[in-house]
């Protein structure tokens, strides 16, 4: 079947996750190409192959694998003026929200509640463009053989059983957005007296919270996963081997929905009905949110509201004891 349509992909993880809940079903109907960073790769890889997927890089790099490509349609989930202009540059067709002033590059122009879950925006996008997706959505990932075998040996590395530890996730897109390390702390000490083993996840920016999250706790209970910096694929399968997950509103809580994992979502400046991950069958979900009814913000931090020791007022307003009650529900 000769590919005409190529999805781009929006850039951060948990959109990413939350438009592949209808990309999977869609594409076991129609296949057709995707456009995004390469990292995002590693969270399908268990079930995709290179071929259908075209590495976002450069523009000069990206026009020209997209024109090689000889997709005729881009059906364009991010809501930028750039990935527009990149497609209609490379000679396809356009069809996305009328957003960012990119109007005049659409040559379909749509319109959604914005007021919708952002999984279920997507969703409409991809239907509009002629694709089969499914009305109810359902979290998925497919990780990478070798990247679960390496999460497997390395859990077993530290004495620990799968299924049987929590990984706790500090960092977001913005600090701001982070509710605070030191409550974080608590949490982590609660767990491990309750004989649950606690790892942080992340990357090598949020190492240095993880290390003051594991002051005083038992080394045999507690791992800095974070200063590895492992890669998003090692990074997944370590984090869907784990009891609970506990985190902000941010990529690795998508993953650990989508994975099968139990999951705590810390909700200040956004809130779960709108971008809540798409949860794998079976997993249970608790959020838990100061509900301030400015959120969704805008996030101009600290211009729309004044800060409470460094954080948004909605961040600064969600206890330990919220997120303890929350934690509970689920062990």
Not at 156 to 164: H, Q
Not at 203 to 212: L, N, R
Not at 279 to 285: E, H, I, P, Q, W
Request: hydrophobic share 45%; proline share 5%; glycine share 10%.
């Amino acid at each position: 079947m000769r590919l005409k349509k190529v999805v781009f992909l929006p850039n951060w993880v948990g959109d990413f996750l939350m438009a592949f809940a209808s990309l999977d079903c869609a594409f076991e109907k129609e296949p057709f190409l995707l456009f995004g960073y390469p990292k995002l790769f590693e969270l399908i890889k268990g079930k995709y192959q290179r071929d259908f997927w075209i590495e976002k890089g450069s523009w000069g790099s990206s026009l020209w694998r997209l024109f090689r490509s000889s997709a005729v349609e881009a059906v364009l989930l991010p809501n930028s003026f750039s990935s527009a202009l990149m497609a209609t540059l490379a000679g396809m067709k356009t069809i996305g929200l009328d957003t960012d002033a990119r109007g005049f590059l659409l040559n379909r122009r749509l319109r959604v509640d914005k007021t919708l879950h952002q999984a279920e925006i997507y969703r409409r996008i991809l239907e509009e463009s002629g694709l089969k997706v499914p009305e109810r959505l359902t979290g998925w990932l497919y990780l990478g053989e070798r990247d679960v075998e390496w999460a497997r040996g390395f859990i077993k590395s530290l004495g620990w059983k799968e299924r049987g530890f929590a990984a706790l996730h500090v960092g977001a897109s913005k600090p701001q957005r982070c509710w605070p390390v030191e409550s974080f702390a608590e949490v982590a000490r609660r767990l491990i007296g309750a004989g649950v083993p606690v790892a942080v996840v992340g990357g090598a920016s949020e190492a240095e919270d993880a290390e003051v999250i594991g002051e005083g706790l038992p080394d045999n209970m507690f791992v800095n996963v974070a200063k590895l910096n492992l890669s998003l694929g090692k990074l997944a399968a370590f984090i869907s081997l784990a009891k609970l997950f506990v985190g902000n509103d941010s990529g690795p809580l998508h993953i650990a929905a989508a994975s099968g994992v139990d999951c705590v979502g810390i909700y200040g400046t956004s809130i779960p009905e709108k971008t809540g991950p798409v949860l794998a069958k079976g997993v249970r979900f608790v959020p838990v949110s100061s509900r301030y009814p400015c959120a969704p913000c805008r996030e101009r931090f600290f211009e729309e509201c004044d800060p409470v020791n460094g954080k948004p007022p909605c961040i600064a307003a969600i206890g330990v004891e919220d997120v303890w009650q929350a934690v509970e529900a689920l062990l």
